[in-house]
C-alpha cells in the first residue's frame, strides 16, 4: 500500500498533542515515582518507604538500636523473619535482623563493615544465612549499592559510573510505578501498619501473607509457579559460582573474626517443588557447588555451616512455605535448636 | 549531509553492537556500489563484463553469508558423518560470531546489483547515498527487505522538512509497533520460553497452548519490529513497504506467505523462484522450484537442519496447496480455511522454534496425545493476554489497514499506548528475528 502525504496543517495539533500528552504523562509518573520512592532510591522521604528490606531503612534501625545488638542477622529477605527475639533465647545475645531484599556476599562485608567501624558495634555472634542464587556470576551488585551510599565505600569494586542513568529510568518503569501506587495505597487507606512491617530489632513482619495464609486465600501453588517463572530465567544466566562473590563472604567471616566476632551460616530452605522446577535450568548443579565452596570456606574459617536447603534437613514440614523460598518463620526455631543446641553455652 | 549523518548515524548503532564487524558492512557496501557501476557502465560493452561483474558481487555477498553464517552447520554436519563412519573431525570448528543483521543486508545488496543488471534500477548517485541505503538503521537488523527499487526515487527527492502528515504516521506505526513487542510478544514470551526449554513436553492441551502462544508470540514480535522500522523511516522521511498483512487470516498457504514477511517471500519469488522458472513450465518443474525456494527460504532463517526442514514443510504445502487447486478441492468456507491454513502454520512453527529436530518431534507427538492430555496452564493472566492476542490476530484490522485521523482521540491513544510500553520495557526481550 503506498501512502501519500498530505502537508495540511490539520496534521499539526496532532502532533502537538501527542508530543504534550506524551511528555505530561511521562512527567506525572516519574513526579509520582520520586515523589513516593518507595524503596529509597531518591532523596524524598514525603512518603515513609513501605516495602520491606531497604538497605536505607535497615541502616537507619541499626544506628538507632537500643540496646546495642551483640548478634546480627545477615541474609535476604529469606531470613528477614528470624525473629531477633528468638535468637537471644537461644543465645543470649541481643540480636538485630540485618537481612535485606536480594542480598549477596558484598551486602553481607558492606553491612558488617559498617556496623563495625561507623556504628562502632562489637557483635559476638554473626548468623549469615546464604541462598544458592547469591553466588550468581551474571547478576549486579543490588541497584542500592550500584549507586553512591553509605555503604558503597566498603565495596572493592566502586559503584557503576552509569548509576546516574540506572536511577533515571527507573523512574519510568513499570515495577516502581507499582511500587509507588501501592505505598501510595498503603498510606492513603491507613494500611501501612498492617502489611509489611519492620521492628526497631529489624524483624520484618508479613502480616498481608500472614493474614492470607490464615484466611485459607493464599494460593501455594500459584506463588511456586510464580516462583519458578521468574527464577527460570535467571538460572539460566547462572552459569558458574561467581569467585568475587565467594571471596566476599570469604572476607565477610575474616573480618568478622578479627572484630572478635563468632560466625555461623546456614544454606536458606527452597521447596521442594521450586527445586524440581528449577532442575532443568541447572539448579542441580549451582546447588552442588554452593554447598561445596560454602563447606570449604567454613572449613578455611573454622565457621559452623549448616545446609538447610531442604526441610528434611532440620527436621521441618514443608507445610511452612509461603511461596517458593519464603516461609512462616516456623523453620528458624528448628534451625537456631540445630545450630545452638547447647542454648549458646559456647558463645557465652 | 542528509546522507552522511544517516550513514554515519546507522553505522554507530550498528557498531554499538560489536564495531569489529562494520568493516565487513563497508565492504559488502563498497563491492556492490563498484559492481552496480560497473554494471550500468558495461550496457553498452560485452554483455560478458556485465555477467562477470554481476556474479563477482553475488559471489561476495554469498561468499560472506556462507562462511559467518553456515560455516558451523557444515562444519558439524561433516563431522558427525564422519564420527558415524569411525573417522576424527575431518573439518575444524571454529567458533564464528554470526554478524547481526547479515542475512537482511546481504539480500538488499544483492538486489540492488541485480536490479542494475535488469535495467529496473539506476545505480546510486554517490558511494554515500548507496551506504546510506544498505545501513540505514531503522530495517538493518531486522527487515524489512528494503529494495533500492523500493527507495531509489524517495533517496533521489528527499525533501529538507519533515511534514507534519509524515510524522503522524512516524509516531502511528512506531508506537503500533512498540506495542505489538512490548504489550503483546513479550507477556507470551516467558511460558513459551519455559515449554520449549522442556526436556519431555507434557500433554496435548499444553502443547498446543503453548504452540499457539509462540505462533502470536513470533507475529506480534516480527511484525511489531517491522512496524516500527516503518515508522522510523518516516522520520527519514522515507517510506518502507509493508511486510505483513493479517497473514493469520490467511485462507491457504500461498495467501499465508502473500501476507508474512511479505519483503522476503517477493524476493525469494523474484530473485530465486521466477529465475529457475517459476511455474510457467512442467508440473515437476514446477515443484523442484517451489521446494527449492522454499529450501533455500528455510535456510535463509538459520543454519540448522530445523530451519530446513521448516523450509521443505513449506514447500510441501505449497505444492499440495497448488495441486488442490488445480483439482478444484478446496473448501467453500473461508473460517474452515482459515483456520486449516493456521494450524497447519502452526505445525510448521514447532520445526522452527524448536532447539533440535528430536525436541520439535517431542513436541509434535504431545500435540497429537503421545503424552495424554495435559491440562490448561495455571495462569488466567496468561491466558487472557494468548486470548487477547489471538483476537487481534484474527479478527482485528492490521497497522496497514488502519487509517489514522487527525483526532486527538488518536493521539492521546497513542500517546497512552507509548506510555504503557515505556513503562514495560524493562522486562523487554531481544527481537526473535535478531538472531537471522
Not at chain 1, 528470624?82 to 535485606?100: C, E, H, I, R
Not at chain 1, 485459607?216 to 561467581?242: H, K, M, Q, V, W
Not at chain 2, 513479550?186 to 526436556?199: G, I, K, M, Q, T
Request: charged letters at 15%; glycine letters at 6%; proline letters at 5%.
Amino acid at each position: 500500500m503506498k501512502l501519500t502525504f498530505s502537508d495540511a496543517s490539520e496534521w499539526n495539533p496532532f502532533v502537538r498533542t501527542f508530543l504534550c500528552s506524551m511528555l505530561c504523562a511521562l512527567a506525572a509518573v516519574a513526579v509520582l515515582n520520586y515523589v513516593v520512592n518507595p524503596d529509597g532510591t531518591y532523596r524524598s522521604r514525603v512518603v515513609p518507604q513501605l516495602l520491606w528490606g531497604a538497605r536505607g531503612q535497615k541502616l537507619s534501625l541499626l544506628a538507632t538500636a537500643n540496646p546495642a545488638p551483640q548478634a546480627l542477622i545477615l541474609g535476604s529477605s529469606r531470613i528477614m523473619n528470624l525473629a531477633p527475639t528468638d535468637l537471644q533465647k537461644a543465645t543470649g545475645l541481643v540480636a538485630f535482623n540485618a537481612g535485606v531484599d536480594v542480598a549477596r556476599p558484598e551486602d553481607f562485608y558492606v553491612l558488617l563493615r559498617y556496623a563495625v567501624e561507623r556504628l562502632h558495634l562489637h557483635p559476638r555472634l554473626i548468623v549469615i544465612g546464604v541462598d544458592v542464587e547469591a553466588f550468581h556470576n551474571h547478576e549486579p551488585p543490588h541497584y542500592y549499592l550500584q549507586q553512591p551510599t553509605e555503604l558503597t565505600p566498603y565495596l572493592w569494586t566502586q559503584p557503576n559510573p552509569h548509576w546516574r542513568w540506572a536511577k533515571f529510568t527507573k523512574l519510568f518503569t513499570y515495577d516502581e510505578t507499582r511500587s509507588s501506587l501501592t505505598a501510595l495505597y498503603k498510606v492513603t487507606t491507613g494500611h501501612a501498619d498492617q502489611l509489611e512491617r519492620t521492628d526497631s530489632d529489624g524483624l520484618t513482619h508479613c502480616d498481608g501473607w500472614s493474614r492470607q495464609m490464615a484466611d485459607g486465600n493464599r494460593e501455594l501453588g500459584e506463588s511456586i509457579r510464580d516462583t519458578i517463572s521468574r527464577f527460570a530465567p535467571r538460572y539460566d544466566d547462572y552459569t558458574a559460582l561467581s569467585r568475587e562473590r565467594l571471596d566476599y563472604l570469604r572476607a565477610t567471616l575474616d573480618f568478622a573474626h578479627q572484630s572478635g566476632s563468632q560466625t555461623v551460616i546456614f544454606l536458606t530452605p527452597t521447596h521442594p517443588l521450586v527445586e524440581a522446577g528449577l532442575q532443568p535450568h541447572g539448579y542441580a548443579s549451582r546447588k552442588a557447588e554452593v554447598i561445596a565452596a560454602v563447606q570449604s570456606i567454613s572449613d578455611q574459617t573454622k565457621t559452623p555451616f549448616y545446609d538447610f536447603s531442604s526441610p528434611r534437613e532440620f527436621g521441618g514440614e514443608i507445610t511452612h512455605f509461603i511461596d517458593g523460598v519464603h516461609h512462616d518463620g516456623t523453620y528458624f526455631e528448628l534451625m537456631e535448636a540445630r545450630m545452638f543446641p547447647a542454648r549458646a553455652r559456647a558463645i557465652q | 549531509m542528509r546522507f552522511a549523518w544517516i550513514t554515519l548515524a546507522s553505522y554507530f548503532f550498528y557498531g554499538w553492537w560489536n564495531w569489529r564487524f562494520l568493516p565487513l558492512m563497508i565492504a559488502s557496501t563498497t563491492v556492490d556500489y563498484i559492481a552496480g557501476a560497473k554494471i550500468k557502465t558495461a550496457e553498452t560493452e560485452n554483455p560478458r563484463t556485465r555477467r562477470a561483474w554481476l556474479v563477482g558481487s553475488l559471489s561476495f555477498n554469498l561468499a560472506l553469508l556462507a562462511f559467518f553464517k553456515y560455516y558451523g552447520l557444515f562444519a558439524s554436519t561433516i563431522n558427525q558423518a564422519s564420527s558415524s563412519l569411525g573417522s576424527g573431525t575431518v573439518v575444524p570448528v571454529l567458533n564464528i560470531i554470526l554478524p547481526i543483521g547479515i542475512s537482511f543486508y546481504t539480500f538488499n545488496s544483492m538486489s540492488y546489483t541485480i536490479d542494475i543488471y535488469r535495467g529496473l534500477v539506476r545505480p546510486a548517485r554517490s558511494l554515500l547515498h548507496y551506504s546510506a541505503f544498505v545501513a540505514l538503521f531503522p530495517h538493518l537488523i531486522a527487515g524489512p527487505i528494503v529494495r533500492y527499487s523500493d527507495i531509489e526515487t524517495q533517496f533521489n527527492s528527499l525533501k529538507n522538512r519533515l511534514g507534519s502528515h509524515q510524522a503522524s504516521l512516524g509516531i502511528y506505526f512506531f508506537v503500533i509497533g512498540l506495542s505489538k513487542k512490548v504489550l503483546i510478544a513479550d507477556r507470551l514470551a516467558r511460558p513459551v520460553n519455559e515449554f520449549f526449554a522442556l526436556a519431555h513436553p507434557a500433554g496435548l492441551v499444553n502443547s498446543w497452548i503453548a504452540v499457539l502462544g509462540y505462533s502470536m508470540q513470533l507475529y506480534f514480535d516480527f511484525s511489531g519490529y517491522s512496524d516500527m522500522a516503518v515508522g522510523l523511516a518516516h522520520f527519514l522521511g522515507l517510506q518502507f513497504p509493508q511486510n505483513f498483512n493479517s497473514p493469520y487470516k490467511a485462507e491457504n498457504i500461498a495467501d499465508f506467505w502473500r501476507r508474512w514477511h511479505i519483503s522476503l517471500s517477493t524476493w525469494l519469488r523474484d530473485y530465486l523462484f521466477i529465475p529457475l522458472g517459476g511455474s510457467r513450465r512442467s508440473k515437476t518443474r514446477t515443484t523442484l522450484n517451489l521446494t527449492i525456494t522454499m529450501f533455500l527460504g528455510g535456510l535463509w532463517h538459520g543454519a540448522g537442519w530445523t530451519f530446513v526442514v521448516w523450509g521443505l514443510y513449506h514447500g510441501v504445502l505449497l505444492v499440495i496447496h497448488a495441486a488442490a487447486r488445480e483439482r478444484r478441492w478446496t473448501l467453500n468456507s473461508p473460517t474452515l480455511n482459515r483456520i486449516i491454513t493456521f494450524v497447519a502454520v502452526m505445525l510448521g512453527w514447532v520445526l522452527f522454534r524448536a532447539e533440535s529436530f528430536g525436541g520439535a518431534m517431542k513436541i509434535l507427538a504431545a500435540m497429537f496425545g503421545r503424552t495424554g492430555l495435559g491440562a490448561l496452564p495455571d495462569s488466567p493472566l496468561y491466558m487472557c493476554w494468548l486470548a487477547w492476542a489471538c483476537a487481534v490476530a484474527f479478527f482485528a484490522r492490521n497497522t496497514w489497514e488502519v487509517e489514522l485521523q487527525p483526532r486527538l482521540a488518536y493521539a492521546w491513544s497513542l500517546a497512552g499506548l507509548l506510555l504503557a510500553s515505556v513503562l514495560m520495557l524493562g522486562g523487554a526481550s531481544p527481537f526473535l528475528y535478531f538472531q537471522f
